[in-house]
């Protein structure tokens, strides 16, 4: 399977706990995004690598969020005292490098769905 | 700003039926991508279909068909002869550079049998 792949797809874990995700991106893809998906709504964009330069987050990323892409080809993203509002889909795309000005399609993965209690 | 309507929270069809799924969009960028994507209940989004601002004509795929209108800053997707499989929520997109998407909130699609 060549797509775009997410660990863990289920994590629950107790507020205040600290939560970490992965995610391999499509092998020649330099672009890196991380999206937030809460029920009955649209995905929600939180940051993007291109390689490994994290080059523009979200206001949605609170300072309890980071994510890296340390060697520019899989990507995490650690949620440090998790609150229930955390509680959703986090989902991980990627895509190649537009030529010039372009938008080059995402591809996503399956997301990790993460419950706070 | 950067913003992706989508009217219509759910569609039912019977089966066979064509259906069209609403978006409109705002941005004050001239240059500027607009997608589609397919969320099926398994929850993988799945692209459908990627057009630039500058290019509006209209596009068929199989059943599958995209009208992009500047005038209106609509870009509209029709399924014709629906089928059970097409029942999944669709997503409309805005890309205003080369970053990230913004996102509408998404069309329920049920396709009854």
């Known amino acids: 399977d060549t797509g775009v792949s997410q660990n863990p797809r289920h994590k629950i874990t107790k507020r205040g706990q600290n939560v970490t995700f992965r995610c391999d991106p499509i092998s020649e893809h330099n672009r890196l995004y991380w999206y937030r998906q809460t029920l009955g709504q649209g995905p929600e964009f939180l940051t993007y690598?291109?390689?490994?330069?994290?080059?523009?987050k979200s206001r949605l990323l609170s300072d309890r969020f980071s994510a890296e892409r340390p060697k520019g080809s899989f990507s995490t993203l650690e949620i440090q005292r998790t609150e229930q509002g955390d509680s959703a889909m986090y989902l991980c795309a990627s895509s190649l490098l537009p030529q010039g000005f372009g938008n080059n399609e995402q591809f996503f993965g399956p997301g990790t769905r993460l419950t706070v209690l | 700003a950067q913003k992706v309507t989508q009217a219509q929270t759910e569609i039912s069809v019977v089966e066979k039926e064509d259906v069209t799924l609403d978006c409109v969009y705002e941005?004050?960028?001239?240059?500027?991508?607009l997608f589609w994507y397919k969320q099926p209940p398994s929850g993988e989004l799945v692209f459908l279909i990627r057009r630039n601002s500058f290019d509006e004509q209209n596009e068929i795929s199989g059943r599958y068909s995209w009208n992009f209108q500047k005038s209106t800053s609509s870009f509209n997707f029709t399924i014709t002869a629906s089928q059970v499989v097409d029942s999944a929520v669709y997503f409309c997109a805005l890309g205003p550079g080369a970053n990230n998407l913004f996102f509408g909130t998404g069309t329920r699609l049920t396709v009854i049998p």
């Open positions: 690598f291109q390689n490994e330069a994290q080059l523009e």
């Open positions: 941005t004050r960028d001239t240059t500027y991508y």
